[in-house]
């Protein structure tokens, strides 16, 4: 078996050069592995995901903060081990930058390697992590911004290599669409330059094979006169907005998007800079309005009279992790209820919505979250009935099970209830008291029916509503993508290759 070796200047150079169908190989492998981790498909004896909690370990020497994250699936084994600046010391710099100081501690920036390994334990090969790291962190963001039905202004906070990639592959993905790029920063700084200058000096011809030829870059920092109100205009026009700094306080105030007119337009959320209980990016009260539920007449309602539809739950990339690390969902007071990993809405399909955008900010919406989402109990979709296309990953991983009757599926998470559970029993409560002779077809029709309608409502507020998807990381992202990656290269001619290692 061949083992094979990767630069991080070699791993830059095949991803910068992604094509549109290599890109959403990647995005597709990506979307498999974490709908399987989500939703807990697994064969008796043997399961096809295992995430174990990453270890922490703090140099004494230099104070830097080292990670240790495994990760185990059908595709093969992992080890990340990548190192940073402490948390603390990342506090004490961005502290300082706001106070328009510069750091005391030149801050270390991610890195280190993935070792991969095969799934009968032969070496695979080794990776720089820094650049991969960044690059399935942007991808996987990229499942719900692929949902988005417009997508024509970004604003991104920050400048680093998070923000570039997340800018990056969502010009690859949707650049026909996108006019203006907005990065706001703490200030112009070296890294902040260079971002802008590897947009520039991507080639003309690509350019336009992506169709972001005449798309406009501008950067604001609180430097400029106007700050505060280029700030509001620029969070409020945005259709994406990726928050992608180690901030201790909320990037902007809630209220830019918690008035009245601000809430007639759906926004997709990205928050990935922060990454432990004392970190904070997206406001406060915006994530409250995000889980905000009404009782009416005892039923709980989701009402929007004139708003883009809130879908009651904050995405998630892992709920254990964002539950532990999050420090916005944590001074919101948000439990499992409040949340909803991705792997379970990554396979939803888009639907056709026929309404222009001014029809949909002044229309009025009443969910009814008895199947939609009273809570993130009510929002799993282990079942994923209708799916982008079939799961290659699932089925890789079962080809070597040919008894299908031995395949079990249930919930990662014990205490959420399946799309089919919600719609089963919300069929049942409305057939009570009905003739016990009825035609067990049209029952069946009915339900398929409610099902669908349920799968539309959580399609149509991922493609236009409200959404916050907060993500802290796992080591199945980089064993997914790693494992990928190697291969491509080798394919590429790219990298040190070595045979019979």
């Known amino acids: 078996m061949t083992f094979s070796i990767l630069t991080d200047d070699e791993i830059k150079s095949l991803l910068d050069n992604l094509t549109l169908d290599e890109l959403e190989s990647f995005r597709g492998n990506l979307r498999d592995a974490l709908h399987v981790y989500s939703t807990g498909a697994h064969t008796p004896g043997q399961a096809l995901i295992h995430q174990p909690e990453r270890t922490v370990v703090r140099s004494g020497v230099t104070g830097a903060t080292t990670?240790?994250?495994?990760?185990?699936?059908?595709?093969?084994?992992?080890?990340?081990?990548?190192?940073?600046?402490?948390?603390?010391?990342?506090?004490?710099?961005?502290?300082?930058?706001?106070?328009?100081?510069?750091?005391?501690?030149?801050?270390?920036?991610?890195?280190?390697?993935?070792?991969?390994?095969?799934?009968?334990?032969?070496?695979?090969?080794i990776i720089h992590a820094s650049t991969v790291t960044a690059f399935r962190t942007a991808l996987a963001s990229l499942c719900l911004v692929h949902k988005r039905d417009h997508v024509k202004t970004i604003t991104v906070f920050g400048c680093g290599e998070q923000a570039y990639w997340h800018v990056r592959l969502t010009l690859l993905l949707r650049g026909s669409t996108i006019k203006y790029v907005n990065v706001i920063n703490r200030r112009f700084s070296p890294s902040c330059g260079a971002m802008l200058r590897r947009f520039y000096g991507v080639s003309p011809a690509t350019k336009a094979r992506e169709g972001w030829a005449n798309t406009q870059f501008g950067v604001l920092t609180p430097s400029y006169g106007e700050y505060e109100r280029l700030l509001r205009d620029q969070v409020r026009s945005a259709d994406v907005i990726f928050c992608c700094t180690p901030s201790t306080a909320s990037l902007?105030?809630?209220?830019?998007?918690?008035?009245?007119?601000?809430?007639?337009?759906?926004?997709?959320?990205?928050?990935?800079?922060?990454?432990?209980?004392?970190?904070?990016?997206?406001?406060?009260?915006?994530?409250?309005?995000a889980v905000k539920i009404q009782d009416q007449a005892g039923k709980r309602i989701i009402h929007h009279h004139k708003h883009a539809v809130e879908g009651g739950v904050v995405v998630v990339d892992t709920l254990d992790g964002a539950l532990k690390e999050a420090g916005e969902l944590i001074e919101a007071g948000l439990g499992p209820r409040h949340l909803v990993e991705l792997g379970e809405l990554v396979m939803l399909n888009r639907i056709a919505l026929y309404e222009t955008d001014n029809d949909s900010s002044h229309n009025s919406t009443d969910v009814d979250t008895e199947t939609l989402s009273a809570s993130a109990s009510t929002l799993t979709l282990n079942s994923a009935p209708t799916e982008e296309k079939e799961s290659s990953f699932s089925s890789s991983s079962s080809s070597s099970n040919k008894d299908s009757s031995e395949k079990i599926r249930r919930p990662r998470h014990s205490r959420h209830l399946s799309l089919q559970n919600i719609v089963h029993r919300a069929t049942r409560s409305r057939s009570r008291g009905s003739n016990p002779d009825r035609d067990d077809h049209e029952e069946k029709k009915k339900e398929?029916?409610?099902?669908?309608?349920?799968?539309?409502?959580?399609?149509?507020?991922?493609?236009k509503g409200n959404v916050i998807y907060k993500s802290?990381?796992?080591?199945?992202?980089?064993?997914t993508v790693g494992m990928q990656l190697v291969d491509f290269a080798e394919q590429k001619g790219v990298g040190t290759h070595i045979p019979a290692f």
């Open 252 to 289: 902007f105030d809630g209220s830019i998007l918690t008035e009245r007119d601000a809430r007639r337009k759906g926004r997709l959320i990205v928050a990935i800079g922060s990454y432990t209980p004392q970190m904070r990016e997206v406001p406060i009260e915006l994530i409250q309005q």
């Open 67 to 125: 990670l240790f994250m495994p990760s185990c699936s059908p595709a093969g084994h992992g080890v990340k081990v990548i190192t940073l600046s402490s948390a603390e010391q990342i506090v004490k710099s961005t502290q300082q930058e706001e106070a328009g100081q510069d750091a005391t501690t030149p801050l270390i920036r991610p890195t280190g390697a993935i070792t991969l390994f095969n799934p009968n334990g032969s070496p695979r090969g």
């Open 448 to 463: 398929k029916k409610k099902k669908k309608e349920t799968e539309d409502e959580l399609a149509r507020w991922l493609q």
């Open 472 to 479: 802290v990381g796992l080591g199945l992202m980089d064993l």
